[in-house]
């Protein structure tokens, strides 16, 4: 058992160590204070940067993440923690069409492993103290600065793509937090670590989409990772061509990052890719899949964020921009889907591809389609498969 003393009122439990045994990256006890970067938050938000995701905006939500204590009125203390996930890719044997799914929803979900993690550092810390211990668990989906509370943590720091860099594990890990009533002894450092990303600019000059307005600020509305998962409209068609292959998210900025170079921490097991089709999706089978099909591939991980028909979408995009003439039949089947969503973003990729067979296809979609605004994207297709190769994706 772990040894409890008395620091003032603060009692003094290994916090730490009961996180590694967990399988905790790092962690570490911050105290319950304002964050520092509120204000920052707020211009933010003003200046229209979270796109669609207006409940960020909620006077409730942004009041919320000013004040710990909204999520459990009688916090005394709060515990950061620091999940590690896979980093490495598959190397498929096969010549097959495929996207990319970023790293932390190629396992299980983050969320459902991350909740469970907490739930027994709290039974853990309650079993110490000899006594029932009020908590809160809090994955990305509370309203609190998560980033912000590992940097004064200690855990890392904030760096130029805003991931929050652990030195030794870099930025692949997911961010946890556990809100209690015992007054534990604060491990976090007096002052924050500084950001040490130096003149570096390799994950601001590397963004596909220019989704870095500056260094330490992102435009969510044109980061991949927003477009493919939380923007569940059209996607502007000037940014279509520079979301490449990926079908859910993106690792971009931190796969360029010197931070992230080598193995890094070992990930957690349930954070590993599950299958080579839950990290490099076959784009044509994964096109294909009936609903039966595609609950089953996102039970239980990230990729049920996101409708069917919003993946397929996704998926639509990615086989216009691989060029191949192999996807087109997929797309022709996309282009006769139920929901104009995928219809619109079918017929796009069709007009990337310009072969013979997209243009039959979007000549014949433009004589039966109904709908207003996938009409407009047949129409623009079209006009794309008849230009110049260097003219398209434009």
Known sequence: MTTVKARG???????????????????AVVPIEAPRRHTLYESWLAAGNAGEMHYLASPEHVAQRGDLRSLLAT???LVVVALAYDRTDPVPADRLLRGKIARYARGEDYHLVMRDKLVLLADRLARELGAPVASRPCVDSAPVLERELGERGGIGFIAKNTMLIAPGVGSYVVLGELLVDAELA????????KPRCGACRACLDACPTQAFTDAYMLDARRCISYLTIEHHGVIPRELRAAIGTWVFGCDVCQEVCPFNAGAGEPPDAL????????ALPDLIA??????NQMRQLVRRTALRRVPREVLLRNV????????????????VELLAHREPIVRSHAAWALGQLASDAARAALDAAALIET????????????????SPPTLRSR
Request: aromatic fraction near 2%; charged fraction near 25%.
């Open 75 to 77: 916090a005394r203390s």
């Open 371 to 386: 709908h207003p605004a996938t009409l407009d994207e047949i129409t623009s297709a079209r006009r794309t498969a008849d």
């Open 286 to 291: 994964l096109a294909r899949l009936g609903t």
């Open 9 to 27: 009122d603060r009692v003094s439990i290994d916090l730490v160590a009961i996180a590694r045994e967990l399988g905790f990256a790092r962690a």
């Open 186 to 193: 604060i491990t976090a450092p007096e002052a924050p670590p």
């Open 316 to 331: 639509a995009i990615a086989l216009g921009n691989t060029g191949s003439a192999e996807a087109v039949t997929a797309l």
């Open 271 to 278: 954070l590993r890719a599950r299958s080579t089709e839950h």
